[in-house]
């Protein structure tokens, strides 16, 4: 795959592009959150990148929160991937964003399918769309505490809109610290047995 | 029932039977099953297969789906239910007249199967009692006729304790003549 895309894009951008790289035809740009929504439109609009069809929106909650801080500077990872169905060819954007309150602004104006994505993205990582017409999560309910996908989140934590019916047993057994997941599991010794 | 003695009445032959009201009424509710799938997964498709010819669920008196709860007796809950879901589950349960029944089919809508999470009830017990849990990933249609058949006896022991299909042993000798069976088709 020729890495036309990702030479225009840094032409276009210059130092705006914060690293590029291509894995076995997958090219990938990072690009400063500020120019954003103008990378997207440039990859869109370009007559030689042409890349109309949006595929996904989603992201990648890059820390490890056994070893790294919740707020890191770089966290939250919202990617892009645009498909030029005339040139047969497509590219991932990206931008990073920090772990303590990560905000971009929306490409509902770019793509109008990234709004369900957006919606998603919000829903599960809890990343901020400045300018989304409907924020609100998508596969949640409002009642909702947090925001699952991310690492911190405790991975068994169910938070049920009904109350459980009494005397119903639980089948699984405890999950405890010493399944090598350390803190994806929280320790419910009491209300499973 | 096990003080009765049963015996088919021959020709020109003439007598009485002697039961319960309820048993009768049992009885006769057992064949006239009307069902209600709530169907969310994957088990979706192996309940249509259980439901088709060739399984002939129409057998067991239970061919009839009633799309309102109001109309069914049987609530098959057929896959993963989610906690965004659990409500619309327990109107659904409510809505249906009494007396009604509830088929929790495949893992999933047994026990949340291998989710373990956020989005998934572990088990439909949690929110509405559950008379048969037909355990499998997803269940064989055999499993689901035991469930069903199961659930038959249930109805006409007048019992409402919840039960899980057990598995069933072939008879012996089935194991050669399945695979004679298996030989011929395989034979060019």
């Known amino acids: ?53 949006f595929t996904d929106l989603s992201a990648i909650d890059r820390c490890d929160p056994r ?9 939250f990872e919202v990617y892009v991937i645009a498909y030029s169905i005339a040139k047969k060819h497509r590219v991932r954007l990206k931008v990073r964003l920090p772990g303590d309150e990560p905000r971009i602004a929306t490409l509902v104006g770019v793509w ?58 639980n089948k699984l057994g405890p999950f405890l610290q ?10 419910r010794s009491d209300d499973r047995n | ?36 799938p709530f169907a969310t997964a994957c088990c979706g498709m192996e309940f249509f297969s ?14 009839a789906p009633r799309f309102s709860p109001r109309q069914s007796d049987v609530l098959w809950v057929v896959g993963t239910i989610s906690q965004r879901q659990a409500p619309v589950l327990r109107r659904v349960y409510e809505q249906m007249t009494e007396p009604k029944w509830v088929i929790a089919f495949g893992t999933c809508a047994s ?14 017990d949690k929110i509405i009692p559950v008379d048969v849990f037909i355990p499998g990933c997803p269940p064989r249609p055999e499993a689901v006729l035991d469930g069903l058949m199961l659930l038959q006896d249930k109805i006409a022991r007048c019992d409402r304790t919840p039960e899980t299909v057990k598995n069933t042993q072939l008879p012996a000798g089935a194991e050669e003549t399945l695979e004679k069976l298996y030989q011929l088709r395989m034979k060019p």
């Open chain 1, 67 to 75: 070893t790294d801080e919740l707020d890191m500077a770089d966290r």
């Open chain 2, 50 to 63: 259980a439901a088709s010819p060739r399984y002939d669920i129409a057998r067991f008196g239970a061919e």
């Open chain 1, 1 to 53: 795959m020729s890495k036309l895309i990702l030479e225009r894009l840094q032409a276009a951008f210059g130092d705006d592009i914060v690293e590029v790289s291509s894995f076995r035809g997958d090219d990938v740009a990072v690009v400063k959150p500020s120019r954003w929504v103008d990378a997207c439109k440039f990859v869109r609009d370009d007559p030689r990148c042409d890349c109309g069809h």
């Open chain 1, 112 to 169: 109008a399918g990234a709004n369900w994505m957006e919606r998603e993205v919000y829903d599960m990582f809890g990343v901020r769309f400045e300018g989304h017409p409907d924020e609100r999560r998508i596969l949640t309910y409002p009642e909702f505490k947090g925001h699952p996908l991310r690492k911190d989140y405790p991975a068994n934590l169910a938070q049920p809109l009904l109350e459980y019916r009494e005397g119903t047993f």
């Open chain 2, 1 to 36: 029932m096990a003080e009765l003695e049963t015996r088919v009445l021959g020709g020109g032959e003439s007598g009485f039977a002697t039961t319960k009201f309820e048993l009768l009424l049992a009885w006769a509710r057992k064949y006239s099953l009307f069902q209600y």
């Open chain 2, 111 to 124: 026990c949340g199967g291998f989710y373990d999470n956020y989005a998934t009830v572990p088990g439909i």
């Open chain 1, 178 to 187: 010493d399944e090598g997941m350390p803190l994806n599991r929280s320790p």
